[in-house]
């Protein structure tokens, strides 16, 4: 008898150390992720060298309302009817929209799903198969209607990384929302500051006019006196057309810039004609706020945006290795399944079931871990276009406020090479008048003046459209809302991931 009880304990033994090596070797079998993991990380914007270039100055990040330094009330009030009315605000919206559609189908995936179903069904069964007599051979009118239930346990965080990402996805939207506002104004601003400048040209080109209609009158009284020919009369009007042509081109520039501004709007070309001449004042003092590099990343949307995408990215690669694991799934239903009508609402027409469905994949001919390569391919773009962004926002930033610095030094000087050129034609033309000096060098000393005029309204209006496009790269007074929680949540997925998956580097970048 003993005999026997041990070789049964020794039978039971052999058969729990065979199901454990078959279970072993189905689970080695099974797919798997070893080997694909990736090193790529994010940027710090501290790691750059800005001190030279960047230096900290105590100034304060651009507001909201950026475009009130210029003191121009029509620039504003543009400025409003841009942000309501362009398409690209819809088209931005519309995208912001579907990414938060997005995030509540994901969000779904992580409830538990009830529906009710009902049918009917007319008939016929076989006599010769699985249905017996007297259902066998005859017509039969079926109605079932169930009510079910099911919920996917997921024990493995799929559904859950799902909806995370969806959710950073949703965040990057919202900031590519402000990308598009911000383009859309510092653009409409600059477009208003360009019609300033062609007015300011346009009254230079309108007071040379004036300048050489009196050069050609004076070379007229002197051809009377002798003192010039024809060549020199012909000179003078040759001049003059030039000039009233300059004064047309002008005028026709206007007119474009007009209409650049109305589609900025997103209005026809008519509401282009409306607007009045600009009227810009100098603005602020151009002075940089401390800490630059490292708040510049959440104060600029395009690097908000990129930033929230590597995040997304970080829990699509989390989803895709879960999927390498067991997917369990529970399931129950409850209803009423009979022949006919009659019986139909009876308690012997009740029907019910419940049970577990487990999908355990073990050979999906390479599908699962193509797709986790594909997952860590996206996350190292993601990556690089993070980076790639803080590089040229970085560079954005140094290379208005070197073009700011670099005009307000050639402002000084061709203010006074302007003083001084205006003196010499006034000078000339006096001398010319009273017979002292030729034609030549008072055509001379005009064109002179001419150009340093001209130079100074240009430096003028440079100024003022790197101004503009400085606060734009500063980020227009956007600041990320939600800049801890993304941090937050970088932070967390980069210590439960190395944590839980030692044999994958990447998320120790996240």
Same mark, same amino acid.
């Given at each position: 008898?003993?005999l ?5 304990a020794?039978r039971s033994r052999i058969?729990k150390v065979g199901v454990t090596?078959?279970?072993?070797a ?9 080997g694909?993991?990736?090193d ?9 060298a800005?001190?030279q270039?960047l ?6 990040w651009?507001?909201a309302? @950026?475009?009130d330094?210029?003191g121009?009330?029509?620039l504003k009030?543009?400025l409003?009817?841009?942000l309501?009315?362009n398409p690209?605000?819809e088209q931005? +919206? ?10 509540d189908?994901?969000?779904?995936s ?13 008939q016929? /069964? ?10 066998g051979?005859? @017509?039969?009118?079926?109605?079932k ?10 024990? @493995?965080?799929?559904?859950?990384e799902a909806?995370?990402?969806s959710l950073?996805q949703?965040?990057?939207?919202e ?6 506002? &911000?383009?859309l ?8 500051n360009?019609?300033a400048?062609l007015?300011a040209l346009?009254?230079?080109?309108q007071q040379e ?6 050069i ?5 009284? +002197?051809?009377?006196t ?12 040759a ?22 501004l109305?589609a ?6 008519d509401?282009?004609?409306?607007i009045?001449?600009p ?7 151009v002075?940089?706020?401390?800490n630059?590099?490292?708040?510049l ?10 930033r @929230?995408r590597?995040?997304a ?5 989390k989803e ?5 694991y067991?997917?369990?799934n529970?399931?129950a239903?409850i209803g009423?399944?009979?022949f006919g009508f ?12 419940v049970?577990p ?5 073990i050979?999906?001919?390479?599908? &699962?871990?193509?797709?986790l390569?594909?997952?860590y391919?996206d996350?190292? /773009?993601?990556v690089?276009t993070?980076?790639q962004t ?5 560079s954005?930033?140094?290379t208005? &406020?070197?073009?700011?610095r670099s005009?307000d030094?050639? &402002?000084?000087d061709?203010?006074?090479a302007?003083?001084?050129?205006r003196?010499a ?6 001398q010319y008048?009273?017979?002292l000096?030729?034609q030549?060098?008072?055509l001379?000393?005009?064109?002179t003046?001419?150009?340093a ?12 459209d790197q101004q ?14 939600a ?12 210590t439960s991931?190395?944590?839980?998956v030692?044999?994958n580097p990447?998320v120790?970048?996240r």
């Open positions: 008898m003993i026997q009880l041990n070789r049964q020794a058969a090596a078959i279970f072993a189905v689970l080695s079998a099974c797919a798997n992720y070893a694909i993991s990736s790529k990380q994010m940027a710090q914007p501290q790691t750059y800005t001190q270039s230096p900290a100055d105590h100034g304060h651009p507001a309302d @950026w475009a330094q210029f121009d009330a029509q009030a543009l409003v009817e841009a309501k009315g690209s605000i931005a +919206r519309a995208r912001v929209a579907a990414a938060a559609a997005y995030s189908t994901a969000k779904a992580t409830m538990p799903q009830v529906g009710a179903t009902y049918s009917f069904t007319r016929q /069964y076989s006599g010769t198969a699985l249905v017996p007599p007297p259902f051979g005859s @017509w039969q009118s079926e109605n209607g169930l009510l079910s239930a099911s919920y996917d346990l997921d024990l @493995w965080g799929k559904n859950r909806l995370k990402a950073s949703l965040q990057a939207s900031a590519d929302a402000e990308v598009v506002r &911000l383009s104004t510092s653009a409409t601003a600059r477009a208003y360009q019609l400048r007015y346009r009254d230079i080109a006019i004036t300048q050489r209609e009196q050609d009158r004076i070379t007229a009284g +002197r051809i009377a002798g003192l010039d020919t024809q060549v020199e009369r012909k000179t003078a009007q001049n003059l057309a030039t000039s009233r042509a300059t004064l047309a081109s002008l005028d026709g520039s206007i007119l474009t810039t007009r209409y650049q109305a900025l709007l997103g209005a026809g070309p509401r282009g004609l409306t009045a001449r009227t810009l004042g100098i603005g602020d003092e002075r940089l706020p401390d630059l590099p490292a708040d990343v959440s104060r600029r949307p395009d690097l908000v945006a990129a @929230w590597v995040d990215l970080t829990h699509d690669v895709a290795k879960a999927e390498f067991p997917d369990i529970l399931s239903a009423l399944d009979a009659g019986r139909f609402l009876t308690a012997a027409s009740r029907t019910a079931s049970g469905a487990i999908h355990l994949p050979f999906d001919g390479g599908q &699962l871990r193509a797709q390569k594909g997952r391919a996350f190292d /773009y993601a690089a993070y980076n803080l590089v040229t926002a970085l954005e930033v140094a208005q &406020l070197a073009q700011i005009t030094e050639q &402002l000084g061709a203010q006074a302007q003083e001084a050129a003196g034609d006034q000078l000339a033309l006096t008048k009273a017979g000096a030729n030549l060098t008072v001379n000393a005009d064109t003046a001419l150009a005029d001209q130079q100074v309204a240009n430096l003028k209006m440079n100024r003022r503009i496009a400085l606060a734009a790269a500063l980020g227009g007074g956007y600041t990320d809302s800049d801890s929680r993304a941090q937050g949540s970088v932070a967390a997925s980069a991931a190395s944590s839980a030692q044999t990447v120790a970048t």
